[in-house]
């Protein structure tokens, strides 16, 4: 079964997007409801609390950019 280059570029994109979701995902919600770790590195992670405050804090900021963007659109249209 050939791919053409489109396909293989949206699989790729899908695949890497999904492994950034779920790193996220353990970063800020599962590593905190597990025991205590003993690498230093899975500990770190563990341990820090930006991750957990990212998502609700990109909400604001996100509403904000939908609302400009709705406003140079009308501005535009109406110009």
């Given at each position: 079964?050939?791919?053409s280059?489109?396909?293989?570029m ?39 609390r ?30």
């Amino acid at each position: 079964m050939r791919f053409s280059r489109d396909q293989l570029m949206g699989t790729t994109f899908v695949a890497f997007g999904s492994v950034l979701f779920l790193c996220l995902f353990y970063t800020a919600i599962v590593s905190k409801l597990l025991p205590p770790y003993e690498n230093r590195l899975l500990s770190a992670i563990q341990n820090d609390r930006y991750y957990c405050l990212l998502v609700p804090l990109t909400l604001p900021v996100i509403i904000v950019a939908v609302y400009v963007h709705w406003l140079s659109m009308k501005i535009f249209k109406h110009a």
